[in-house]
C-alpha cells in the first residue's frame, strides 16, 4: 500500500506539469479539480473519506482523505505487474496506520471527543498594546564575502502528517500483553501500540507469559527476556521503550484498605507515590514502560505475581498519583506540562482468545459489556467448554471490573486478540464497540464484522432496573431527564396525567441517566394493546458511553425480544420468560436519530411530518420464517393483515406532551 500527500500547490502543478509536480508510482492522468471527488461517504475525524479512481495502466481504488489545503490517496490495490517501490518519506508503518484510521470511520461525536482529549486547550488572548519605537537610520551595509553552506536535507513529513502524529495532549493506556506469541504476532501487537503513540495515548505495558508458570526454574530470568523481547519489537517499529524489570507495586492491599467497605474487591497489590518513578521518568523522556510482572513482598524481596494483580495496583496508584499531580498544580491545566497524564483513559488486555464469549451469539464474543449489570449473569451463563477455549477470559474480565472501578468514568477497557489490532485504533478514536450490540440479532448474525476475533469493549456502566408501579417514579428526576435530553420543556400535568392511566412499565438506566417509557394504547381491531414506546431518552453527558445501547438491549429484552434464551439478562424486568410484543413508536420525520431506529426498527412508514417504526416480536418471527422456509412462499401472515393501518390511527392521535 503507498501512500501519497498531493499538498494543494503541489495538486495545482499537477494539472499543468504531470511529468514533475507528483512524485508517486502510478501517474495519475490530468483531471479538472471537479471532477476528482465522486460520492461522499461520511466525516471521518477532521478529513471527508471519498473514493477516487484515477485512469491508470493497472487501475486501483483509492481511499482519499482531504481537507482544505491537502489530499491524501492511499492505493489499497497494487497491480500484479507493478514493481515494488516505498516512499522516502513515509515510513512503510504509517501506510497501513492511515488506513486503520480511516476504518475507525468516526462519528462528528467521536471526533470531538478524541480531540477534547488530544487536542489543544483554548487559552484567552492577552491583548497585546502596540508599543510606538522608534528606530535608528540603518547604517551603510557591510558587504560580506559570500559562502555557500551546503543545505542538510532531512525527510520532512507533510503539515498534515505532523498535525496528525504530533497531538497535543498525551495520555496514557494500561496494557496487559498476555503470550506467548511468535515474533510475527508480538511485531503486529506493537505495531498498533506504537500506531496509538503517534495519536497520542502512550501505553504502560505489563508483561505476562501463560507458558512460563511462577516457581519453576529460571521463570524469572524468562520473564525479563519476555519483557525485553516486546521493548525490542517495539523500538524496531520506530518507538523508544523502557525496559522495567524492577519491582513496581507492593504485594497485597493498602493497610488503610477495608474490604467489607468496598462493593469491589480491592486489588492485591498497591503502589506509593515513589513506586511509579521508573513510569513517570520513562514516560517524561518520550518512551514506553514495559513492566515485568514482580513485586515486593512484605521482606521487601521482589517476587513474580500475576500480571493481573500488577495491572489492578497500577490502575488505582496511577490514578491517585495523577489526581495529587492535578491538586499541586492547581485546577487550571497546563498544556505545556511535560508530564503525561498518568490517569490511565483506556485498559487494553491484549491476548491469543480475544474477547468474552457469549452464548447469545453463539460462542463469539460480546461486543459490549454492561459491567455494572452483566458481570455476574456473564459468569453464571459461562459454558464448561469455554474454560479449555477461552481459559482466561473470566480472570481478565475481573481484572477490567477491578481497574475501572477507580479509571474515570468516561475509560473503557478492551479484550482483544492478536489478530486485529488495527481494532485498537478505532476503540481510542470511538470508544466504541466494532458492532453496536443493540443491532437486531438476524443482523448480527450476518455481519462479516462479527469473529471469533472481534475485540470485547467492556465498560463500568450503569445499573438497569425495569419500574411498573406509577407511584415508584421520582417525578423531578425523570423531568430533569427528559427536558434536558429533549431540550424542551415539559407539560407535566398532561403528560403525568395520560402516564398513570396507560403505563406498562419503565426502563431506567442508572439514577435517572437513560429512560425508556413503555405504554399499552388500546386499539380498536386488535385482540391486545399496542406496545407504544413513549419516550426514550438519555442525558446528553451518557450520549457516547454506550448507556444508549445498554438501555435499548434491556428494552429488546422486555419487549419484542421476550422469550429467546438470549433475553434472560437481569436487568430486573421478565428475566427472558413472556411472550414478546410487537414495539411500535413514533418519531418527528426530521429527527436526527431517525437513522439510528432505521438501523434497529422491522420496519416504518412515512405519514406527513411523522415517522411509524415498529419491531416485530422475534419469536413469532422465528416460527413464521421456519414455516414460510419449508412452503417455500412468501406471504403476508394473518397478524400483519391491516394492522400498519390500525396502529397509525392510534398512534399519531396520541397527544403531544410539550410546551409550546
Partial sequence: ????????????RALCEPDNAIDCMTKPTIFMAGDVFMEEVRTSLPYRLQMLSLDIKHPSDMGVMCTEDHLIVVDTIRGIHQPVVESDDIPISEHDFFLSILRANPSLRDTR???????????????????????????PAVQLPQQTIPALEHPKPSPILASILNPVIRRTALVKVQGPFTDVQLESITR?????????LVSVIVVEHDELH????????????????????????????????????RLGPKPTDDESSHAIPPPESHTISSDLIPIRSALRAGEIPVIAPFALDSFCRSIRIDANDVVAGLARGMVEAAAEDQSKRGDERDDACEDVDL?????????????????????????????????????????????????????????????????????????????????????????????????????????????????????????????????????????????????????????????????????????????????????PGLDAPITYLDKFAVLPSHQGDGTVDFLWVALHD??????????????????????????????????????????????????????????????????????????????IEDWEDGRLAKWAEVVFKIPGTWKK
Fill in 214 to 249: 511462577r516457581g519453576e526454574q529460571d521463570d524469572r530470568s524468562s520473564i525479563i527476556e519476555e519483557t525485553m523481547r516486546v521493548a525490542t519489537s517495539l523500538e524496531k517499529h520506530g518507538s523508544r521503550a523502557r525496559p522495567v524489570v524492577g519491582a513496581i507495586v
Fill in 343 to 523: 490517569t490511565p483513559l483506556r485498559l487494553m488486555i491484549i491476548n491469543r482468545e480475544g474477547g468474552v464469549p457469549s452464548y447469545a451469539r453463539n460462542g463469539y464474543p460480546h461486543l459490549l459489556i454492561n459491567l455494572d449489570s452483566e458481570y455476574s449473569h456473564i459468569n453464571d451463563t459461562f459454558h464448561p467448554p469455554w474454560h479449555h477455549s477461552n481459559p482466561t477470559a473470566l480472570s481478565n474480565l475481573a481484572l477490567a471490573r477491578t481497574c475501572l472501578a477507580y479509571m474515570p468514568p468516561s475509560s473503557s477497557a478492551v479484550m482483544v486478540s492478536h489478530r486485529s489490532p488495527s481494532s485498537l485504533i478505532a476503540n481510542l478514536i470511538t470508544n466504541k464497540p466494532a458492532v453496536s450490540s443493540s443491532l437486531p440479532h438476524a443482523l448480527l448474525q450476518g455481519n462479516r464484522k462479527l469473529t471469533p476475533n472481534t475485540p470485547t469493549l467492556l465498560r463500568r456502566g450503569l445499573p438497569i432496573q425495569v419500574i411498573r408501579n406509577f407511584t415508584d417514579i421520582d417525578r423531578a428526576k425523570l423531568n430533569v431527564l427528559l427536558e434536558h435530553s429533549f431540550r424542551r420543556t415539559l407539560d407535566q400535568n398532561a403528560f403525568y396525567t395520560r402516564l398513570e392511566k396507560t403505563l406498562d412499565y419503565i426502563i431506567l438506566a442508572g439514577d435517572y441517566a437513560g429512560v425508556a417509557i413503555v405504554t399499552k394504547e388500546e386499539c
Fill in 1 to 12: 500500500m503507498n501512500v501519497y500527500d498531493l499538498y494543494q500547490p503541489g495538486l495545482s
Fill in 192 to 200: 498498533g501500540l506504537v500506531y496509538l503513540e503517534k495519536l497520542g
Fill in 113 to 139: 471527543s478524541y480531540l477534547a482529549s488530544f487536542g489543544p486547550r483554548p487559552h484567552p488572548r492577552t491583548p497585546v498594546t502596540p508599543l510606538d519605537i522608534s528606530l535608528p537610520a540603518p547604517s
Fill in 558 to 635: 422486555e419487549s419484542y425480544g421476550l422469550g429467546l434464551p438470549f433475553s434472560a439478562n437481569p436487568n430486573g424486568g421478565k428475566g427472558g420468560k413472556g411472550e414478546g410484543q410487537d414495539l411500535v413508536w413514533r418519531s418527528r420525520a426530521d429527527n436526527p436519530i431517525n437513522k439510528w431506529y432505521f438501523e434497529r426498527s422491522t420496519g416504518h412508514f412515512r405519514m406527513g411530518s411523522w415517522v411509524l417504526f415498529w419491531c416485530d416480536a422475534e419469536k413469532r418471527l422465528e416460527i413464521a420464517k421456519g414455516r414460510r422456509g419449508s412452503s417455500g412462499l412468501s406471504h
